[in-house]
């Protein structure tokens, strides 16, 4: 199998294992009622540092065994810093917007604006078939937010959210490549990401996600699991192609979102988000075309 083909594979396989990870943390229900003094979204933060947490437990041991990162350090910072934002964003989407809605808004927006970025600033290439595929992915974000399908405090952070997953793609498809192996930047990301975001969200529950991780510790072990999987995929995708095109592939994980919350979630999903999903799997077979 062909390095271009690989990569794709990967991309797709990454994009629906993301969305499994994503419904684990929204699921984590804030309960402030019960709780009385908790800060709004304790148990989702709970749930995403646990994630984050789990992932860096689990490949701290493989630092002994890889290669350290050498010229990707200043990959690997910024993309923590900015991996942090992103969580912080992510989570505010999830308290104020249905998974079904704020997932398909922040994981549309980040390829077109990847793409933005990477083919008009940093001057990558790619085909017509692939910037017609973006493309298409970016118009169905625009039917998502059309009518009421999602509100303007969600749509804000949601937008916010997909903007911080450009932003950290492009580095992350850099650092990658800086690194002395691909395994060696997948191992130190997950390690100094997982003590970043565990720190910060200590902070912003003023300690309060303690409490809510006495009932968030199996999923969010499950989740940390996953996301090694999700985004190690990822990043060994881009090891091997081209940054914009695969990060639009990733996208084809919100068909997995839609079903997860129709069938499990049980929320209403309307026709136009149905119509958006279409389009989306359409840019991607565009993005696949020769």
Known sequence: MSPAATAALLMIGSGSVHAVVNAIV???????ARQ????PGTRMMAARALTDGSSAAILLPATLFVAAPGGAWGWLAASAALHALYLYALIRAYQVADFSAAYPVLRGTAPLVTALVTLGWLGESATAHQIAGIALIGVAMFVLVSGRHIG????????LTGFTIAGYTVIDAHGVRAAPAPESYIVWLFVIMGAVVATMFTLVSKGALFRAAATQWRPGAIAGALSIVTYGMALLAFSLGPTAPLAALRETGMVTALLISIFVMREAVTAGRVAA?????????????R
Do not use: F, Y
């Open 36 to 39: 009385g003094d908790a800060v």
């Open 277 to 289: 999903i279409a389009m989306i799997l359409g840019g991607a077979a565009l993005i696949l075309a």
């Open 152 to 159: 303007g405090g969600a749509l804000g952070w949601s937008l």
């Open 26 to 32: 929204k699921g984590g229900k804030d309960q402030r």
